[in-house]
């Protein structure tokens, strides 16, 4: 059993508040060691989750801290890390990096933490890299696809992902795009970090395959509308619109197309939209919408020993689903095999130093995981361990699940 | 004796000083009047001057916080709190376009959630610390918004919201609340302070200065309003001067209301003191004038004289006139008195006579006494008394009784001198009153209530009520008279029976009602009520009232219809559990007939097959009886009615020929008809009830005729409209029924008497049901019989000539039955699981399958492959009944093969109105347990060529 407190709101009172926090937790968590009571007699590790629990990416954080539960209950049931059972505390930074810094500030103060894992937002995990570097915390990224959180520039680089890269991200939608028989497209892209960075990355992927970008267009976290954007898209001869958004903004922008009868637009969306309540904001039938939106692991298509073993972890845990539709799939698999392969590396480190995991971390040979089977998944200059190749296009069914319609 | 003034002089100094204080004293009123009002409506001034500036306050606060939070919700707020690295590409510019009021120096400023700041405009260098911190509380940790007005300034927050949780803060603040509120001219001199009196805005600064407020100096010429708003203090203050100067003239135009006022009542005054002093010296003139017996001098002009003035001379005329008129004539007098109803006899105390009247001088005459002894009579007969009663007997012995009164005669110095007598003649008032003495007494005593009401009285009092007015409601005569009889009305009585009683009252005409009184201790009674009006003279002036309690009466005729209820409900009920129980006792029974048939079938030796015939025999009586019951049942119920289909009679009439024939050779019985109506005939009418009519006459005939015959006699008369008149008489040479026991016959449960149910059995419901039936069918049935001898039973029903055209609506089955089917698919839908059996048994050449319930069939129809051809489909079924199942196969939810497929209802329910049911739910035919195998058979092979028809000639 795994202990989770959200902080949230009660900032002033947070330096009082947060010890409390802390000892609940800390308290909650040992109590299940009754079970475990021989072997893990020893003080507990914390792995810290710092996601948006409670604004806009719910569904992305809710799949990460599963998959984060999933892989530390496994690990506490077989030892623990070097006999310390492994504890969480999650915050919740509501895609605020301003709540980021504060939550990673908070995590610093903790002993026994091990690492951190972000969450779905990259502007956050942009926002935090200084302060995750400064106080030398591991990051590990299971979700937030921005180029430059990995390309950071610190070294030594604390950032580990299992996760996309946008720029190969950027390779993958436009090779899609021009699978699709599409000359000309329109990028519509969130005006943060992460948009900014796919910019880079699909105008690069888009000159290297000859598609013809017509336009790029902005859109604000939480805007209202798009129909003024959209009714200039639609008058521009554009064969289809890539989006780069997270599910409120993508829902404005798809909304936005039932309103201006553009359905027919085929639209190449990154997986902002899988990360949120997407499809109960659009007023349209998911399988009435053109849409493919990119994935890295889905339960039915990433048929690993792993990833079966995990889906029966997960119906168990969590109530029975159907494959389909477990959601954010992809939060659940990355989180999980980030974990075991931090377990990994502090156990061949065999020390929760910071310096001394990140070295294990770079040197793991190969982990048999959930998404594949990883071979040297990170080293000293490669901290993404999956890259295009692990990549496919999802789309929609009429219940709004994601279902694999590419062979990879 | 000083000297004497002149009325005029004297009314001038007596008014003046009274009127000149009363109109003082008005003025001074009047002025306290208008300062109070005056008073009033500049406190009224103050207070709206007060709650305008109230207005312009929380217009300000609500307005600015409502701007502000739009713009915090502007997305590009919101987007650059999350976009940390570029927001400071398009916030700045953003925020440099910011404005809200028409203020200048506004600053706003843009926090983060933990409230750092993230950007500024115009911001302070430095906020007092109780400013800065008070709004983060409330807005980045309760997401709400904040406003705080003080001397440090305006400031207010609204949260940044991100899904309703404060991610920010945006923040806009003013030095001043001066500059906020607009500068346009109000009532009065308005001033804001905070809770130390600190101004925060004074609507005229050379008036009222920022800094402390002060009220001490000039308290006397100020009027000063006050209010709050939250912890501000909000002053209205008007110059005493300036608020009063709306009343000064006012003041002019009373003063010069008074001076006017005086001067004109002086005049007044003195106009009038003339009038009086002009006309009192020409009434003066005048009396001395008439005094002197001077004749008025006709040169003078008539004065102007007021009213009074006038009346005083004409009665001072009058009085001249009449003085002139006082010496009236002796004849006069005696003409007078003589002219007196009443005798009149005036003596001295020596009883000399000193004057009589011509009427007393009649009644000497009359009654033969003579003067002096009438004259003696009378003074000994009332001396000492003031009146007496004297008979007076004439020649022919009639009598008069005359009333006398005496008074004393007295002279100027009331000493009395004599005695006068005047007497009334009262023999008819003595004898009315008898009269009404023993009318009043007869309705006092009556045992009715009665009362008189007088209605052209306001109120319409009652004049008159007896004692047993007083009996029935408990109301003494005193209590009512002078009253109205609607006190005995109360909160229950029927507004409709009073309303009808005013009615007739009103048109003066009689009524008779009852309605609900109550008595005088509330205890309530049907009060049955005649009104009769009284004319006198033409009008009516009263009316008599005769009231009854008819409470017991009423109770009477309530119980007696609740028992009728009762009664009927009971015999509802009863038919009712019968028409029930008759269904229940049905379903076994078709259980076993059908297994007996199933029986009969196997293999049986001699033993077995009499069982079995026994059994059979058994099965068929009790279903006869059961039947007869239902029949019964929805004769009572309510239910039983007869059909319109055309049909042959001479072949119904054949079918019982063939039935009856062997039974009346078993017995040695010899069977005839005699059918008189033309073979071809046919007819519209309820040919099952005109069999079952039929079949319980012959099956009587049959059951209690030994030897002889039976002879059944049919003939039609036809009538026009292509009426037709069945008459049908069954003759036998049975054990008739005595004379005495024949009227009771076709009453229900009878037989001729118990012996013949023991020794014939049956129900006895027979006759009873055969009556009904007629009856349902416009006709009768009688009879005709001699104990001993035999009995003739006749009926005639009504029927109507079939219209030609007109084919048998129900299919042939003669013509199809050579139409071979083959082996054919059958779905039994069959909830119990007896009739399931026995049907599936009578199958056996087909290929049947049952299903349980309406569920079921859909299901089985779903599933199987091969086509059923006909479906078997019992109505009632629990979880879904045939109708509705019929209805989801037509409908296609068993596929399109389905929609036509031929369905039979099997019912045990032969209630009139599950044949129309059937059709309607969609089912071709209709099938009644206990069914024929036979006729089971015919209909499935019949509908499944009907379907298979069409089929062949599409291929």
Redesign the interface.
Same mark, same amino acid.
Not at chain 1, 8 to 12: D, G, P, Q, S, T
Not at chain 2, 81 to 86: K, N, Y
């Given at each position: 059993m795994v202990t989770i407190r959200y902080t949230?709101?009660?900032?002033?009172k947070l330096s009082a508040f947060m010890r409390l926090v802390f000892l609940i937790s800390i308290s909650l968590g040992l109590f299940p060691n009754v079970t475990y009571a021989d072997e893990l007699s020893k003080e507990p590790v914390i792995i810290g989750i710092d996601a948006d629990f409670?604004?806009?990416a719910i569904d992305g954080g809710i799949a990460i801290r599963r998959g984060t539960e999933l892989a530390v209950e496994m690990i506490n049931q077989s030892g623990g890390l070097l006999g310390h059972p492994l504890v969480i505390i999650a915050k919740d930074h %509501?895609?605020?990096?301003? /709540?980021g810094i504060?939550n990673i500030n908070t995590f610093a103060t903790i002993d026994n933490l091990v690492a951190v894992l972000g969450g779905v937002?990259t502007?956050?995990a942009?926002?935090e890299l200084d302060t995750i570097h400064e106080n030398n915390l591991l990051y590990l990224g299971p979700w937030a696809a921005g180029t430059p959180l990995v390309d950071n520039g610190f070294s030594p680089n604390n950032v580990f992902r299992v996760s996309l890269r946008d720029a190969e991200a950027g390779k993958v939608l436009i090779d899609h795009a021009k699978k699709r028989g599409l000359k000309r497209v329109t990028l519509v892209l969130e %005006?943060?970090?992460w948009g /900014?960075s796919n910019e880079a990355s699909l105008t690069q992927a888009a000159r290297d395959a000859g598609l013809f970008i017509d336009a790029i267009h902005w859109i604000?976290?939480?805007?209202?509308s798009f129909e003024d954007t959209l009714k200039i898209i639609q008058a521009s001869d554009t064969d289809g619109i890539i989006l780069v958004a997270n599910a409120p903004e993508g829902a404005v922008v798809v909304n936005g197309m039932v309103t201006l009868d553009m359905l027919s637009v085929p639209i190449i969306s990154h997986w902002g939209i899988a990360s949120g309540n997407f499809i109960e904001r659009i007023a349209v039938k998911p399988d009435n919408l053109d849409i493919a939106v990119l994935q890295t692991f889905h339960f039915e298509h990433n048929d690993t020993s792993q990833a079966k073993m995990l889906f029966e972890a997960y119906k168990a845990k969590y109530g029975a689903t159907d494959i389909n539709s477990v959601p954010a799939a992809v939060g659940v698999a990355h989180a999980y095999d980030l974990v075991q392969m931090l377990a990994i590396a502090v156990k061949s480190a065999n020390s929760f130093d910071t310096n001394n995991v990140r070295t294990a971390l770079e040197n793991i040979a190969s982990y048999h995981g959930v998404v594949k089977h990883y071979e040297q998944p990170f080293s000293a200059s490669q901290r993404d361990a999956l890259l295009s190749h692990d990549y496919f296009m999802a789309s929609f069914d009429a219940s709004g699940n994601i279902i694999v319609t590419e062979p990879n | 004796m000083a000297p004497k003034l002149s009325l005029r002089q004297l009314l001038v100094r007596r008014m003046l000083p009274t009127l000149t204080g009363l109109i003082i004293v008005v003025a001074i009123m009047l002025f306290t009047i208008t300062f109070y009002f005056a008073s009033e409506e500049i406190s009224d001034d103050q207070q709206a001057s007060l709650d305008g500036l109230k207005r312009d306050l929380s217009y300000l606060t609500q307005d600015t916080t409502r701007q502000l939070a739009d713009l915090a919700a502007n997305?590009?707020i919101?987007?650059a709190?999350?976009?940390?690295?570029?927001r400071d590409n398009y916030l700045p510019m953003f925020f440099r376009s910011l404005n809200l009021t028409q203020a200048r120096d506004v600053s706003f400023a843009l926090y983060?959630?933990?409230g750092?700041l993230v950007i500024q405009k115009n911001w302070p260098e430095q906020l007092p610390s109780t400013l800065e911190q008070a709004w983060?509380?409330i807005t980045?940790?309760e997401s709400e918004s904040y406003y705080s007005i003080t001397e440090y300034g305006v400031l207010f927050s609204v949260p940044v919201l991100?899904?309703e949780?404060a991610?920010?803060a945006l923040v806009m603040y003013v030095a001043s609340l001066q500059p906020l509120l607009r500068p346009y001219p109000r009532l009065t001199e308005q001033v804001v302070t905070d809770g130390n009196n600190t101004v925060l805005f004074s609507s005229d600064l050379s008036f009222v200065e920022q800094g402390k407020l002060r009220f001490t100096q000039h308290t006397t010429q100020f009027l000063v309003g006050s209010d709050s708003f939250g912890d501000l203090k909000l002053y209205s203050i008007s110059s005493f001067t300036s608020a009063f100067s709306s009343i000064r003239w006012l003041a002019l135009v009373i003063l010069a209301m008074i001076v006017g006022t005086l001067l004109i009542n002086l005049h007044i005054i003195s106009i009038t003191a003339k009038q009086a002093q002009d006309t009192l010296t020409g009434l003066y003139d005048d009396i001395i004038r008439r005094v002197r017996n001077e004749e008025k001098p006709v040169s003078d002009s008539v004065p102007l004289e007021v009213l009074e003035l006038s009346k005083i001379r004409t009665s001072f005329d009058e009085l001249l006139t009449n003085l002139t008129e006082m010496s009236l004539s002796n004849e006069q007098f005696s003409n007078v008195i003589d002219s007196m109803g009443d005798m009149l006899l005036v003596v001295d105390n020596s009883q000399t006579v000193l004057l009589c009247n011509r009427q007393f001088d009649a009644l000497c005459d009359t009654y033969g006494e003579g003067h002096d002894a009438t004259i003696a009579r009378l003074i000994t007969k009332l001396h000492g008394k003031s009146k007496g009663e004297l008979k007076y007997t004439d020649s022919k012995g009639e009598a008069s009784r005359i009333l006398w009164r005496v008074q004393p005669l007295l002279d100027e110095n009331n000493v009395e001198k004599g005695k006068i007598y005047v007497g009334a003649d009262v023999t008819e008032q003595k004898a009315l009153e008898s009269r009404i003495k023993i009318l009043t007494s007869a309705i006092d005593e009556a045992t009715v209530s009665i009362v008189i009401s007088d209605i052209k009285s306001e109120g319409q009092p009652v004049i008159y009520a007896n004692g047993a007015f007083a009996d029935l409601t408990g109301y003494s005569r005193e209590e009512i008279l002078g009253g109205n009889c609607a006190m005995l009305q109360g909160k229950e009585t029927e507004s409709s029976s009073v309303f009808g009683l005013k009615t007739a009252i009103r048109n003066r005409i009689p009524v008779e009602t009852t309605l609900l009184n109550y008595r005088k201790d509330g205890t309530s009674f049907f009060n049955n009520l005649i009104l009769t009006p009284i004319q006198i003279d033409g009008e009516v002036t009263h009316y008599i009232g005769i009231q009854q309690d008819v409470t017991k009466k009423l109770q009477a005729e309530r119980y007696l219809q609740e028992a009728k209820i009762k009664a009927e409900e009971s015999a509802r009920m009863k038919s009712g559990f019968l028409a029930s129980m008759s269904h229940e006792i049905r379903t076994p029974i078709h259980g076993i007939s059908g297994i007996l048939q199933l029986l009969e079938k196997t293999p049986l030796n001699n033993d077995q097959q009499h069982y079995v015939s026994l059994a059979n025999y058994s099965v068929e009586s009790l279903s006869h009886i059961v039947n007869d019951i239902l029949d019964f049942s929805k004769i009572e119920a309510g239910q039983m009615q007869v059909e319109a289909h055309p049909f042959s009679l001479i072949e119904e009439i054949n079918q019982l020929e063939n039935q009856y024939r062997l039974l009346c050779e078993q017995k040695g019985l010899s069977l005839l008809f005699n059918n008189q109506f033309p073979t071809g005939l046919r007819v519209l009418g309820d040919a099952v009830r005109y069999r079952q009519i039929l079949t319980n006459l012959l099956g009587n005939a049959v059951k209690f005729t030994e030897t002889g015959t039976i002879s059944v006699t049919t003939n039609i008369v036809e009538s026009a409209n292509d009426q037709l008149l069945l008459r049908c008489d069954v003759k036998d040479t049975g054990i008739g029924i005595a004379r005495e026991k024949q009227p009771g016959i076709f009453a229900v449960f009878t037989q001729e008497d118990l012996s013949t149910t023991r020794k014939f059995g049956g129900t006895g419901l027979g006759l009873s049901i055969c009556k009904q039936l007629c009856s349902l069918m416009g006709g009768d049935i009688s009879l005709e019989s001699q104990k001993g001898i035999g009995s003739t039973f006749s009926f005639y029903i009504q029927l109507e000539r079939a219209p030609e055209e007109q084919s048998n609506g129900q299919q042939n089955t003669d013509q199809v039955s050579s139409i071979k089917t083959g082996k054919l698919k059958i779905l039994v839908v069959e909830d119990n699981e007896i009739n399931q059996t026995i049907v599936k048994e009578h199958l056996t050449t087909h290929k049947a399958i049952s299903a349980m319930s309406g569920v079921e069939a859909l299901e089985a129809l779903n599933k199987f492959k091969p086509t059923f051809d006909v479906i078997l489909m019992d109505c009632l079924m629990p979880e879904m009944d045939g109708f509705e199942a019929t209805r989801r196969i037509r409908n296609g939810e068993a596929g399109a093969r389905y929609e036509n497929v031929p369905i039979i209802a099997l019912t045990a329910n032969a209630m009139k109105g599950d044949r129309e049911a059937c059709f309607a739910a969609g089912m071709n035919d209709y099938l009644s347990k206990p069914f024929d195998v036979d006729d089971l058979l015919d209909k499935i092979e019949y509908w499944a060529s009907v379907k298979k028809v069409p089929a062949d000639h599409a291929s």
């Open positions: 949230v709101r009660l900032f002033v409670s604004a806009v %509501r895609g605020n990096p301003a /709540r504060h937002h502007p956050v942009l926002a %005006r943060t970090g /900014r604000n976290w939480q805007q209202k | 997305d590009i919101i987007n709190l999350v976009d940390v690295e570029q983060d959630f933990s750092a983060r509380p980045l940790v991100l899904n949780m991610e920010g």
